[in-house]
């Protein structure tokens, strides 16, 4: 979900990443609500992604939006505000994040180059434990297949998802 503000033409500040994300964290205090990243471009184009351990809403999106955009002054800075839900398709960049998958199906992509999928049993700053699952092919039909628990450093890891299953 996405919420849009507006941008004028003229820029005339750069505005602080720093202090957006603690503006955007003032305003999800006390919610199961979390920031996951802050992008401000050269031109002010403020990016804020969030996440949720229930799910988040346009109305979400929203309120954020307007906190952040009544923060800011638009007589000194110059920018365009948008407002992210981090869905299935963004890949973890939190701690919390990797906890509200476990016990779900995840998938790696490895520094290495390697892939590996498989439910996510344990998870602190420094590792994961992943049942590894694999694919077998019969006839017309895969098969997952599960395999021992793996322990993989957080440092080994170049990207996680979730695993989207119908």
């Keep these: 979900m996405i919420w849009r503000g507006r941008m004028s033409p003229l820029l005339l500040k750069m505005i602080s990443e720093k202090q957006i994300k603690k503006w955007a964290e003032e305003q999800l205090e006390g919610t199961d609500r979390f920031v996951v ?3 401000v471009s050269p031109e002010n184009a403020i990016h804020i992604i969030m996440d949720s351990d229930s799910g988040v809403s346009i109305e979400h999106c929203i309120a954020l939006n307007r906190y952040i955009e009544h923060q800011l002054n638009r007589d000194e800075e110059d920018f365009e505000l948008k407002v992210l839900s981090s869905g299935l398709e963004f890949p973890f960049s939190t701690l919390r994040q990797y906890k509200k998958y476990i016990g779900k199906r995840i998938q790696l992509k490895l520094e290495n180059g390697t892939e590996k999928k498989g439910v996510l049993q344990a998870v602190n700053s420094e590792y994961i ?7 077998k092919k019969y006839k017309k039909t895969i098969k997952r297949v599960t395999g021992e628990s793996i322990r993989i450093s957080m440092d080994e890891i170049k990207q996680a998802k979730a695993v989207i299953e119908f």
């Design 37 to 39: 990243h802050v992008k």
């Design 129 to 135: 434990v992943l049942q590894e699952e694999t694919e």
